[in-house]
Structure formats: structure tokens, C-alpha cells
């Protein structure tokens, strides 16, 4: 937009949000009747969409699976999104089992009422073995190269291999070639595959065929898993990780064709490394998030309230003709190199 004097100025449309009509009444984003169903939403990517949907008016449906501890951290951010004003039900509970799936749609039927439906499902469930496949040799070069920077700088190996894990844990990302991701002795088994598969995977499809079933849907509805990089390059420990997400990208794909004529749209995010209690969990993360760093064009790693605003965009009307796709959201990670 240009001012008279030629100079351009920024211009910025109003927040839907904070749209007023005559009167001073609020517009909201969503529909009242529509609900979002988030499965693993105690943290990262589900607690964020969480988060967002409900500060634009949607009702939120939060499947989690914590023990009592960790409830203390949990519980002040469910206050926050009842705090928006807007329907909001936790369940902790096993969103794996049959049991599981089958309270939650009960939980739904009675809040849902007459008109309500489910406009989002979103699976967000991390719950998997990070494991090798086979067993892990060190990699020679980088003690090599700690034992040479040592004498050189006249210090012990151990307090510099030390100094060094705690500065990429700080953030200084450049240093990640020196370190090493530690792994137990432990390897791969078929159960532990198995049942990160399922986890991470193949669920999806059965919370898709009884929210179905069950006539919760709404006639546009919208269904989103996540995956990673992982899907096509392998890291160690990730192994069962990386086929569950093929697999959940699989899925969504049959899903997105074979739902289709009942309204349903089914999508997957790939989002960039993204510093959440999931990643905290596998092997040489601080590694992965260092170069996420530095890979990255604009210098820093994806945000969970990145991928949630996303969410959001995907939720509403003109998304519709999105379905069956990959849609990245890293903001450049995955095309960047180092």
C-alpha cells in the first residue's frame, strides 16, 4: 500500500478475532457447534492447537495419557484454555485401547448435544521406542577430534566433552559435529515395533472409522496427524519412530480417499524439529536441534505455536479442497542445507 507521497506503508487486516460487530459483539473464527478432538494433548504440537482453537471459539476435546505428577504442570494450561470461555473436556485416559476410544466417544455424545460435531481431529499421540537396530559403534572422528582439541588446548578430554554438550544444550549450534548421541545396549525387538507402529500409526485409522460410526463428524470435517523428517531419512534410535509416521502417512492417504464422500478431509503436518517433551526424548536431540538451527533459513528451530497457527488455517472453510497431502510447516528447514 502506498501513500500519497509514494512511500509504501504496512498494512495489516484485522485479526478475524478481533473483528466487532455493530454493537461491540465479538466474531468468532469457528462455528459454536464445532469441536476439535486432540489426541495427546498434555504438551507440544496438541496442547499449542489446544491452545489456539479454543482462544478463537472452537469447543476442545483433549485425550491425554499422564501419570499424577506430571498433572501439576498440566493442569494450570488446561485452566488457561477454559479461561477462553469455550467448552473444554480433558480425558486421561489410554487413547490406544478400545476402552479408551470408546469412553471419549461416549464423553462426546453427551457434550456434543444435538447439533455439536467434530470439525478436527487431531492425532498427536508420542508414544514409542527409540531404539537402534543394531548395535552402535561410536563414531572414531569425533573422539579423535575432541582428543586433539584437548591437547592442543592443554584441558581433559571428559571436562571439555562436558563443556561442549552443555553449550549445544545452551544453543551455540555450530559445535554439534563434536558430539555424539548416547544409546543404551539395547536393540530393536518386534513388540517394541509393533506397538510404536500401532502408537504413532495405524491408530489413527480406528479413531477415524468409530467417530465415524458413531455419526460425530461434521459434514466438513477435518483430520490431521503428524509426522517428521524421519519418514525419509533415517536417524539412529528412530527406526520405529520413522515406520509408524510412513505408516500414519499411509493411512491419512486412505482416509482422505475413501472418507471422502462423507465430508472428511485427512492431511498430515510435517513440522521442523521442534524443541517439545517428545523430542527431549530421543538420543542426540540437542544434536538434531542444532542443526535444525543452523539449516534452518531463518535460524531457529519450529515452534509448537507454529504448527498450531497452522491448524488452525487448515480448520476453516477455505481449507476444504486441501486433502491427502504432506503439508510441511519448518519454514524452509526442509529444502535448506547446512
Known amino acids: 500500500m502506498l501513500r500519497k507521497d509514494g512511500r509504501a506503508v504496512n498494512w495489516h487486516p484485522a485479526k478475524p478475532q478481533q473483528r466487532k460487530q455493530a454493537g461491540g459483539k465479538r466474531v468468532r473464527n469457528f462455528d459454536t457447534d464445532h469441536w476439535a478432538v486432540v489426541l495427546g494433548g498434555s504438551s507440544g504440537f496438541g496442547l499449542a492447537t489446544a491452545r489456539k482453537l479454543s482462544r478463537h471459539g472452537m469447543n476442545v476435546l483433549v485425550v491425554h495419557r499422564d501419570r499424577r505428577g506430571a498433572m501439576r504442570r498440566i493442569e494450570p494450561e488446561f485452566e488457561k484454555i477454559r479461561a477462553h470461555g469455550n467448552r473444554f473436556v480433558a480425558m486421561n485416559l489410554d ?13 462426546l455424545r453427551e457434550n456434543l448435544g444435538e447439533q455439536g460435531r467434530v470439525r478436527l481431529l487431531m492425532h498427536s499421540i508420542a508414544f514409542g521406542n527409540l531404539k537402534p537396530v543394531a548395535p552402535v559403534k561410536p563414531d572414531p572422528r569425533v573422539g579423535l577430534a575432541i582428543d586433539k582439541l584437548s591437547d592442543k588446548l592443554d584441558l581433559d578430554s571428559g571436562a571439555l566433552r562436558k563443556a561442549i554438550d552443555e553449550l549445544i544444550a545452551e544453543g551455540v549450534s555450530p559445535l554439534h559435529s563434536l558430539q555424539s548421541a548416547e544409546f543404551g545396549k539395547t536393540v530393536m525387538d518386534a513388540e517394541d515395533m509393533e506397538r510404536t507402529i500401532f502408537s504413532m500409526g495405524t491408530s489413527l485409522l480406528f479413531w477415524v472409522q468409530d467417530i465415524h460410526a458413531a455419526g460425530l463428524f461434521a459434514d466438513d470435517a477435518r483430520v490431521l496427524g503428524m509426522t517428521s523428517e524421519g519418514n525419509e531419512v533415517a536417524w ?74 497452522f491448524i488452525a488455517l487448515m480448520c476453516t472453510d477455505e481449507a476444504a479442497w486441501v486433502n491427502g497431502s504432506i503439508l510441511r510447516v519448518d519454514g524452509g528447514e526442509h529444502i535448506a542445507s547446512l
Do not use: C, H, W
Not at 487413547?95 to 464423553?107: F, H, K, Q
Not at 524443541?275 to 509448537?304: C, D, H, Q, W, Y
Open 95 to 107: 487413547a490406544l485401547s478400545e476402552e479408551g476410544r470408546v469412553r471419549v466417544i461416549d464423553t
Open 236 to 309: 539412529k534410535g528412530y527406526a520405529a519412530v520413522a515406520a509408524a509416521k510412513v505408516a500414519l502417512e499411509s493411512v491419512s492417504r486412505a482416509i482422505a480417499v475413501e472418507f471422502a464422500p462423507f465430508g472428511i478431509r485427512s492431511n498430515i503436518i510435517q513440522a521442523g524439529v521442534t524443541p517439545t517433551p517428545a523430542l527431549a526424548l530421543i538420543p542426540g536431540s540437542a544434536r538434531m536441534k542444532a542443526v535444525a538451527e543452523l539449516r534452518n533459513p531463518f535460524g531457529r528451530t519450529t515452534r509448537p505455536e507454529d504448527v498450531a497457527n
